[in-house]
């Protein structure tokens, strides 16, 4: 499974690279929001939603909103997208505390979860395409937000494997590890520290970089624990098998669900991206 891991990594990264820095807004939106709908299309099976027809319907109804998010181009609407995510994720910390919430495989239950998918999906897609936008300088930073939530994820699965002793949340994912989690907001932080000198990011602004990169490793272990509690609650491991080794694109992009809405707004205020 490690094998399958690191070659499925291999391919994606580098792929994904490419597209933050060689393509302009419009397509970089565009894989993004496919991406996401694919996120979606999983989460919308956990939450109970059986129905491929009805997930095609949603999907193709969520897709007309983000074609119309995209056309309508009004800045602050990203913004404020992206700030009812990052506050969305705060009310999930809450939920994480009360494991049986919601549990039940029950009608109003499956469109809370749902509705929860679309406050994790949407303003995720309105932060990365806010962040994206504009010059290389931007996709620059827009590659610094998902190296750090890749690195922390990355340090985390490594660093729990090798070190991992202490359960993070045994009840949820008994995987994960605090050692785990120290491991990846270690690499996390040398990798904002690159990111932060290659960009030129010095002083106090440095300091700042680097709390800013802290809170994003944290939300993004509320991001995967949350996934982990919902496919917990679904019975399913997986939330699909596209990705060898690492399954669903859901299981792929838990993390930055919660992580980048938080680093955009917070590198909004504090460097005026």
């Not at 979606?40 to 939603?49: N, V, Y």
Request: proline share 3%.
């Amino acid at each position: 499974m490690s094998a399958q891991r690191f070659l499925t990594a291999l391919i994606i990264g580098p792929a994904a690279i490419l597209l933050i820095l060689f393509t302009n807004n419009a397509w970089f939106a565009l894989v993004i929001a496919g991406s996401l709908l694919g996120g979606l299309w999983e989460w919308a099976r956990i939450a109970g939603f059986s129905s491929r027809l009805f997930r095609a319907v949603l999907l193709a109804l969520v897709a007309l909103l983000l074609w119309i998010i995209w056309h309508l181009s009004w800045p602050w609407l990203w913004t404020t997208l992206a700030t009812l995510g990052a506050g969305w994720w705060l009310l999930v910390l809450f939920w994480l505390r009360q494991l049986t919430f919601a549990a039940s495989p029950t009608t109003p239950h499956a469109w809370l979860k749902l509705g929860a998918g679309l406050l994790a999906l949407l303003p995720t897609w309105a932060a990365l395409v806010a962040l994206h936008d504009g010059t290389m300088r931007r996709h620059a930073w827009t590659l610094l937000a998902l190296l750090i939530v890749w690195a922390a994820d990355s340090g985390a699965y490594m660093a729990g494997v090798r070190f991992g002793r202490r359960h993070l949340a045994p009840s949820i994912s008994p995987g994960k590890t605090w050692e785990g989690v120290l491991g990846g907001t270690v690499l996390a932080l040398l990798f904002t520290a690159g990111g932060a000198w290659l960009l030129d990011v010095r002083g106090l602004k440095f300091v700042l970089l680097l709390g800013i990169a802290l809170l994003t490793v944290f939300f993004s272990v509320v991001g995967d624990l949350f996934e982990s509690l919902l496919k917990r609650q679904a019975a399913v491991k997986d939330s699909g098998a596209m990705f060898p080794g690492h399954g669903g694109l859901l299981d792929r992009m838990d993390s930055m669900l919660a992580a980048l809405p938080w680093f955009y707004i917070l590198t909004k205020i504090v460097f005026r991206i």
